[in-house]
């Protein structure tokens, strides 16, 4: 009998006992395919020598200090690599021990900073519906995913929520990208209006939105619109790229692609690649400024905050991606993915929509193409394409649907930057042959 929780929950979970490169390995021998980064976080395989080189030097150093104590060489030297590569603006970085506490943490950052500022009265945060920020209090009252906040809805506290961004689901036939982005961010602008525009924090979104709707990308615009209209009613724009972010879209901050910089940005999975867990959010000179010529501290902290380990891991990570080059394979393994993807189910009676940005790719899965209906979710078709895909020796990340019509059965792919041609040759002949089984055995 296990005593791990999630164990006991999902009782036939594999033993893992070794990674190496794009594979884990269980402990009766098999070998899997890492398509899915974990939940894209595997950014650089599993095992990397020189993180594991980084990780003992620093271990031997020693593996904790206290940030009321002190400040070690491992934090400063990410946060300086963090803002070097940071886009104009952000330059300064708080370290956390992941997403939701990253989320957090620039929730309450958002909240001081007008505080700091004269504006005690603003108090409401704006997100998005089928958004996913973390499972924390504050992350999953941002968040907008209905089935993970139900039953812990008394707790959380009020957060307004828009229409996501979401061109397979919400553009109208007939409506260019440019009709749909003023749109999709009008909604904002109305949101804003009906609140009190003084009475507004932040907007909080994914800039491509990973586990809850599976890859979705904004339209082009849209973003930029955001960004102007949280300008115009001077409210903060936080982009959460603790899943797209950190080279997994081909650019190192995701926002790059769309032209737009936040207030405040949060990263995590692949900021350490699973080596150890650390998260970080990026904030603005103005938001830094309000903080040193106000009361002159955040008033927020973690006991295992700016972590030297998992700042070591953090570093090497980024220092390895950048020294070997990993984001422009990252767009060529993409498009060759994109490329496999359309080929092998591009004409797939189930297959609905192919979509993603580099090595960040969903196929959503539809009972009918045609008026793209999902399928039913207690059918679990998504839980069945995970099952299918283990037993060929494949790792990906399915998502349920939802019948309200705003998405399907989901299949996520983030596999590590380092993938092949024949990795990728590999993981679609697996996923597709998965898709079919799963498919199949509904009837
Ligand atoms: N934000 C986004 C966009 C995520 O995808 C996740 C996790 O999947 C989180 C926040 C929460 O991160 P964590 O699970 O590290 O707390």
């Known amino acids: 009998m296990t005593h791990l929780l999630h164990r006991a929950i999902h009782a036939k979970l594999p033993v893992a006992v070794r990674g190496e490169g794009v594979r884990l390995f269980d402990a009766e021998g098999r070998a899997y395919i890492d398509a899915s980064g974990g939940a894209a976080v595997s950014c650089l395989g ?113 957060t307004h929520h828009i229409d996501p961004c979401f061109a397979y689901r919400l553009q109208q036939s007939g409506e260019s990208d440019a009709d749909y982005a003023a749109r999709a961010a009008g909604q904002l602008e109305a949101k804003i209006l009906e609140l009190g525009a003084d009475q507004v924090i932040a907007f909080v979104a994914e800039t491509v939105v990973g586990a809850t709707a599976g890859a979705v990308p904004p339209v082009a615009d849209y973003l930029k619109r955001v960004r102007a209209i949280c300008d115009k009613y001077g409210v903060l724009l936080i982009l959460d790229e603790v899943m797209c972010g950190m080279g997994r879209t081909g650019t190192l901050h995701a926002c790059e692609q769309d032209g737009v910089v936040p207030d405040l940005m949060t990263i995590a999975k692949g900021l350490g690649g699973g080596y150890q867990p650390v998260g970080a959010v990026l904030l603005s000179s103005a938001i830094f400024q309000a903080f040193a010529e106000g009361s002159g501290f955040f008033q927020h902290g973690h006991t295992y905050m700016a972590h030297p380990m998992a700042a070591a891991a953090g570093l090497a990570v980024q220092e390895i991606i950048r020294r070997d080059g990993l984001l422009q394979n990252v767009v060529t393994m993409g498009d060759y993915l994109e490329t496999c993807l359309v080929e092998r189910l591009g004409n797939h009676h189930h297959v609905g929509d ?90």
């Open 46 to 158: 599993h095992a990397h020598p020189d993180v594991l080189a980084a990780l003992h030097a620093q271990l031997d150093r020693m593996a904790y200090a206290h940030t009321g104590f002190f400040t070690t060489e491992a934090a400063e030297r990410l946060a300086d690599r963090l803002v070097a590569d940071a886009p104009d603006g952000l330059d300064h970085v708080y370290l956390v021990s992941g997403g939701s506490e990253a989320i957090e943490a620039a929730l309450k950052m958002a909240r001081q900073y007008f505080v700091e500022k004269g504006e005690p009265q603003r108090r409401h945060i704006i997100a998005r519906r089928q958004s996913y920020h973390g499972n924390t209090l504050g992350a999953l009252a941002a968040g907008g995913n209905e089935w993970r906040r139900a039953q812990f809805r008394p707790l959380l506290v009020e």
């Open 354 to 443: 192919i979509r993603g940005r580099g090595l960040f790719r969903a196929i959503e899965l539809v009972a009918d193409r045609a008026v793209k209906f999902p399928f039913d979710p207690g059918l679990k078709l998504n839980g069945r394409i995970k099952k299918e895909a283990m037993a060929r020796g494949l790792m990906v990340y399915p998502m349920g649907g939802t019948i309200d019509g705003q998405r399907g059965d989901h299949v996520l792919l983030a596999p590590p930057f380092i993938l092949t041609r024949e990795d990728v040759d590999q993981i679609v002949e697996r996923l597709g042959d998965a898709v079919d089984a799963a498919i199949a055995s509904l009837s």
